[in-house]
């Protein structure tokens, strides 16, 4: 065990990639454990997915703080109380404030369904069928100050078709999703990713 990465994984709603990482760890290519799922919506699905694997989970809810720092205040407490060294955002729709990045220095990722830079934000999928781009995708990214704005880790292409809408497009994605989160975690886990301003190297080991 005592090699397990520790992560803590937020959520808001379905929890399909919080699946893939706890499918990829069950299945051992994934050398990690999950010490919390936290979700700030008490309705997300991904609790269920929590629930059924047995990790344990906590829910706090938007409206229950005075301000979005004491929100990440409670949050930082929980992360920490379960000694998490990597937190993943996974489908996690809040801006976190400096209270939690500076707890977690450049150990925070995410996950967003767009080739960053383009298509920050939300409904990354949408603003890519709109715009007409031929290509879209999804972004593991280390999380700084900014919307969507940090290190980038990896990326998948997806070509856009014709007839795509936000859903169809947003469903081929979320497939890359499941593939390189998990990927981006491993190399983490592994030391293998080193960050130089913008711009992340993956050291061979
Ligand atoms: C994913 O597509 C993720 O990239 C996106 O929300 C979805 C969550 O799905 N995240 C963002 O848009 C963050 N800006 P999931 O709950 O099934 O993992």
Do not use: W
């Not at 999950?34 to 997300?44: G, L, Q």
């Amino acid at each position: 065990m005592a090699d397990l990465l520790k992560l803590g994984v937020l959520i808001s709603g379905n929890g399909s990639n919080l699946q893939s990482i706890i499918d990829n760890i069950e299945n051992g290519s994934l050398k990690a454990v999950i010490k919390i799922v936290v979700s700030n919506n008490p309705d997300a699905f991904g609790i269920a997915r929590a629930k059924k694997h047995g990790i344990p989970f906590a829910i706090l809810k938007n409206g229950d703080y005075r301000s979005k720092d004491d929100f990440d205040a409670a949050l930082v407490k929980i992360l920490k109380d379960c000694d998490v060294e990597l937190v993943t955002l996974a489908g996690f729709m809040r801006i976190i404030t400096p209270t939690l990045l500076r707890a977690f220095p450049g150990r925070i990722m995410n996950i967003h369904p767009a080739l960053l830079p383009s298509f920050p934000g939300l409904h990354g999928q949408k603003q890519a069928v709109d715009y007409g781009v031929k290509f879209s995708g999804c972004t593991v990214h280390f999380v700084d100050e900014g919307v969507d704005t940090g290190p980038i880790i990896i990326q998948a292409a997806v070509p856009v078709m014709d007839d795509d809408t936000e859903d169809t497009l947003g469903a081929r994605i979320l497939k890359e999703e499941h593939k390189i989160y998990p990927r981006a975690i491993q190399l983490f886990a592994d030391g293998q990713l080193e960050i130089n301003g913008r711009k992340v190297k993956i050291i061979n080991r």
